[in-house]
């Protein structure tokens, strides 16, 4: 959680210029990461609510760089993946009653390898959805920054490597 918190202090006293570069590094280091905030704008995303899903990207990244893990590339395939998983997770809980759609949830958020992570952008989100006039494009930023924590989360890293962006 240390790691998560300095993350977010960081990205929210960046002025443009340093938030300029740090969108430049990730870019060089984690261009899918990127591409998966620009290609917002084909889905018809405004401009403005890209800028939410762009901070919540930058919070991401900045915790991978600040884990002090040699991140491996996060692919489209990767992200393509996490996303199946994340859909079908949702799928599997519609078709339950209220209270097993609690215990599901519970148990996912749980058994989540970046549990911080995944709380602060579903919080993030949260607080997002009741600032904004809804429209039906939001559910791709909601997706996307949901696919951020799980790639994170579950990509395959070196096996020497302990994995913990939120828990350092």
């Not at 938030?19 to 591409?35: I, S, T, V």
């Amino acid at each position: 959680m240390p790691t998560l918190v300095s993350a977010i202090k960081k990205i929210r006293a960046m002025d443009m210029g340093q938030k300029e570069q740090l969108a430049d590094e990730l870019f060089r280091q984690q261009p899918n990461m990127f591409g998966s905030f620009l290609v917002q704008k084909q889905m018809g995303v405004s401009l403005e609510k890209m800028e939410f899903l762009l901070e919540i990207l930058f919070i991401c990244f900045q915790c991978m760089k600040e884990s002090g893990l040699i991140w491996p590339l996060i692919t489209e395939d990767e992200q393509d993946k996490q996303l199946a998983r994340y859909v079908a997770t949702v799928k599997f809980g519609e078709d339950l009653s209220p209270t097993l759609q609690d215990h599901a949830m519970k148990q996912y958020i749980e058994n989540h390898p970046e549990q911080y992570l995944l709380a602060f952008v579903t919080v993030e989100t949260k607080d997002w959805l009741s600032r904004i006039v809804p429209e039906d494009t939001d559910r791709y930023v909601m997706l996307a920054a949901v696919n951020l924590v799980n790639c994170i989360a579950f990509v395959p890293m070196p096996p020497s490597t302990a994995k913990a962006c939120t828990h350092s």
